[in-house]
């Protein structure tokens, strides 16, 4: 297939993926007359943006459309190159905002365009798209960061901070996801700092709750109770005469949530139904699952923390009962990475039932919807791994498809 022109390997790939012109057209954003341009050679491919999201969508590596063999990163970080984790921790690094004292202030991309690349950041992430992510995020976080230092001392300046708060939380998140909690927590950390320059508390809230998932990553759940406990007290409805919005009670939902969660790592059950009541009393108020400040919180996200919070208990009955009845429809209208992660949890479920076909079946299907979930996240791995050292004899083909392509061995 080397000596095909690319359109027509893009065209191979999509069929082999089994996606219409249409259905690949709309992960693309772009419409089915300039996909059957591109399959066509009507139109070329000249930029390598468009490049990169075409193998994202189809899950091969660029170089395969370009008729070359990829390159076998056996450095790789987590399904992440690490040369892209270095060029983020190089970039939170960056102390622009006390260099301005003595440099000139930088340039900087208008507040308005850094509103646009920030949520589609936040949208890159919550359809769990990783790696690509990955690559974005140095650029972004520099020009957040300069957009900061510009703005200081101006009307705008608020506007600056809450953005750059977001872009820090944005890293912090994926960081959390590629096991890189250390930077994780460095980078929640920021943007609580920059939040509080922003003056809303909500963003501050958001960023706390980062900081928790952390700190759990760190293996310190006891710290990441508290500070979720902590600002979700302070946030809590009628508190400080401050009016009872959406906004605040999804905040304050996604604390207890988080909360919940470095409870059931500690052991603490009892903790962990309190916070998950008071939890579900605020999606009541809020109604649907609602994506208020990127929380996706509702009353379909507590029932998934309260499946993950049982795994983490131990209780792998309660997960997959709570799988079981969970509302088909509600839970379709989460975003992919929500529901992959959801999946994950009750992949360990089964597999601490012994159920390992049903566990296998739930990694399948989070990597369908939401690849990277799986091929990026330490987690994975390791169930993975737990599913083949436990099978008897070959494992389903579907599980040990997933290994190899996961690159997964025992």
């Given at each position: 297939?080397?000596?095909?022109?690319?359109?027509?390997?893009?065209?191979?790939?999509?069929?082999?993926?089994?996606?219409?012109?249409?259905?690949?057209?709309?992960?693309?954003?772009k419409?089915?007359?300039?996909?059957?341009?591109?399959?066509?050679?009507?139109?070329r491919?000249?930029?390598?943006?468009?490049?990169?999201?075409?193998?994202?969508?189809?899950?091969v590596?660029v170089?395969?459309?370009?008729?070359?063999?990829?390159?076998?990163?056996?450095?790789?970080?987590?399904?992440?190159?690490?040369?892209?984790?270095?060029?983020?921790?190089?970039?939170?690094?960056r102390?622009?905002?006390?260099?301005?004292?003595?440099?000139?202030?930088?340039?900087a991309?208008?507040?308005?365009?850094?509103?646009?690349?920030?949520?589609?950041?936040?949208?890159?992430?919550?359809?769990?798209k990783?790696?690509?992510?990955?690559?974005?995020?140095?650029?972004?976080?520099?020009?957040a960061?300069?957009?900061?230092?510009?703005?200081?001392?101006?009307?705008?300046?608020?506007?600056?901070?809450?953005?750059?708060?977001?872009?820090?939380?944005?890293?912090?998140s994926?960081?959390?996801?590629?096991?890189?909690?250390?930077?994780?927590?460095?980078?929640?950390?920021?943007?609580?700092?920059?939040?509080?320059?922003?003056?809303?508390p909500?963003?501050?809230?958001?960023?706390?709750?980062?900081?928790?998932?952390?700190l759990?990553?760190?293996?310190?759940?006891?710290?990441?109770?508290?500070?979720?406990?902590?600002i979700?007290?302070?946030?809590?409805?009628?508190?400080?005469?401050?009016?009872?919005?959406?906004?605040?009670?999804?905040?304050?939902?996604?604390?207890?949530?988080?909360?919940?969660?470095?409870?059931?790592?500690?052991?603490?059950?009892?903790?962990?139904?309190?916070?998950l009541?008071?939890?579900?009393?605020?999606?009541?108020?809020?109604?649907?699952?609602?994506?208020?400040?990127?929380?996706?919180?509702?009353?379909?996200?507590?029932?998934?923390?309260?499946?993950?919070?049982?795994v983490?208990?131990?209780?792998?009955a309660?997960?997959?009962?709570?799988?079981?009845?969970?509302?088909?429809?509600?839970?379709?209208?989460?975003?992919?990475?929500?529901?992959?992660?959801?999946?994950?949890?009750?992949?360990?479920g089964?597999?601490?039932?012994?159920?390992?076909?049903?566990?296998?079946?739930?990694?399948?299907?989070?990597?369908?919807?939401?690849?990277?979930?799986?091929?990026?996240?330490?987690?994975?791995?390791?169930?993975?791994?737990?599913?083949?050292?436990?099978?008897?004899g070959?494992?389903?083909?579907?599980?040990?498809?997933?290994?190899?392509?996961?690159?997964?061995?025992?």
């Open positions: 297939m080397d000596e095909l022109p690319i359109g027509r390997r893009v065209a191979y790939w999509r069929s082999r993926r089994k996606l219409s012109q249409q259905v690949f057209a709309d992960r693309l954003g419409s089915k007359s300039w996909v059957d341009k591109v399959e066509r050679g009507v139109r491919l000249d930029k390598l943006s468009v490049v990169y999201e075409i193998a994202d969508v189809l899950q590596d170089q395969v459309l370009h008729g070359r063999e990829p390159e076998r990163r056996t450095d790789s970080v987590n399904g992440v190159d690490p040369a892209e984790v270095e060029e983020i921790r190089a970039a939170l690094e102390y622009d905002q006390l260099s301005m004292f003595l440099r000139t202030p930088p340039e991309p208008r507040l308005a365009d850094m509103r646009k690349a920030v949520g589609h950041a936040w949208l890159t992430f919550q359809h769990a990783y790696d690509r992510l990955a690559r974005s995020l140095p650029k972004l976080l520099r020009e960061q300069a957009a900061d230092a510009v703005c200081a001392g101006t009307g705008e300046d608020d506007h600056a901070a809450h953005l750059l708060s977001q872009v820090y939380q944005i890293s912090s994926v960081l959390r996801k590629l096991g890189e909690y250390e930077l994780a927590w460095l980078a929640a950390d920021r943007a609580i700092t920059v939040a509080d320059r922003a003056g809303d909500l963003l501050a809230g958001t960023a706390t709750f980062r900081a928790g998932n952390a759990l990553g760190l293996d310190r759940p006891r710290a990441a109770l508290e500070i979720n406990i902590d979700a007290t302070r946030l809590a409805p009628g508190g400080g005469g401050e009016p009872t919005t959406p906004q605040r009670l999804s905040v304050y939902g996604t604390l207890l949530l988080e909360g919940a969660m470095a409870a059931a790592r500690s052991g603490d059950g009892a903790t962990v139904r309190d916070l009541r008071g939890a579900q009393d605020a999606a009541k108020r809020v109604g649907e699952d609602e994506n208020h400040y990127w929380t996706c919180f509702g009353p379909t996200n507590v029932e998934l923390h309260r499946a993950a919070a049982a983490e208990l131990g209780d792998a309660l997960a997959v009962e709570i799988h079981d009845s969970l509302d088909p429809v509600a839970f379709a209208a989460l975003l992919p990475e929500r529901r992959a992660n959801h999946y994950l949890d009750v992949a360990r089964y597999a601490h039932l012994g159920k390992l076909d049903k566990a296998g079946e739930m990694l399948v299907e989070a990597d369908r919807l939401a690849p990277s979930e799986i091929r990026c996240r330490p987690l994975a791995h390791e169930v993975v791994t737990d599913l083949l050292r436990r099978a008897r070959t494992p389903p083909s579907a599980v040990a498809e997933l290994a190899e392509q996961m690159g997964v061995t025992v």
